[in-house]
């Protein structure tokens, strides 16, 4: 593996301390908005990451992601495995980021999930599960009418948590509100021929 190209890691070190003069100037001197880590990974999801820790988040993140917006770099640019931006904010459970990214256009169908046949509303809500309820270990069950689609059992998701106390799902309802769907939902044609081929 390659290590990591100095102009990138001298960008996301001032990214982390929130330095928006010396961002500014790298940009202004050339610096690539497109530029990768040794990974593979872009620049923007980098730094979101970096200033996303959970239990470390920096409060000037949104200053940060808000000016590399601004200055042209593109929430939709992914990694080898379609992961990007939206990836970063999503496992963070950062709703304004993932806000931000949005209304700078980011496109949260094209992301990729964990794993085949999902989407990145898919692991959103798996993550959710596992880190607010104990991979699923709900203290009630929903009923049938809460089953009915993937809205009606987000609104009893959010009422349990309201209900219990626990972390509520904003996230997954601006994802929703945005456009975000789940990998069934998205190949709804291609699996009615699947089943009517069987």
């Known amino acids: 593996m390659n290590k990591p190209d100095e102009a990138f890691k001298t960008f996301v070190d001032a990214a982390w301390r929130g330095d928006l003069a010396v961002i500014r100037a790298l940009v202004a001197a050339g610096f690539d908005r497109s530029a990768t880590n ?61 806000r931000m990214l949005l209304d700078a256009g980011a496109r949260p169908n ?47 998701l959010d009422k349990m948590a309201v209900a219990y106390e626990r972390r509520r799902p904003d996230h997954l309802l601006l994802l929703r509100e945005r456009g975000a769907r789940c990998w069934s939902e998205l190949h709804k044609n291609t699996i009615k021929n699947e089943e009517m081929h069987e």
């Open 38 to 98: 040794q990974y593979g990974e872009p620049v923007l999801s980098e730094v979101i990451s970096e200033l996303s820790v959970v239990g470390e988040m920096q409060p000037h993140r949104y200053d940060v992601v808000r000016t590399l917006l601004e200055l042209g770099f593109d929430p939709n640019q992914l990694d080898d495995e379609d992961m990007g931006p939206m990836t970063e904010a999503m496992l963070a459970m950062d709703t304004e980021m993932l």
């Open 110 to 156: 094209e992301t990729a999930g964990f794993g085949a046949n999902s989407t990145l509303y898919d692991w959103a809500v798996d993550d959710y599960v596992y880190e607010v309820w104990d991979i699923n270990k709900f203290p009630d069950e929903p009923t049938e009418n809460d089953l009915a689609n993937e809205d009606d059992w987000l609104t009893w």
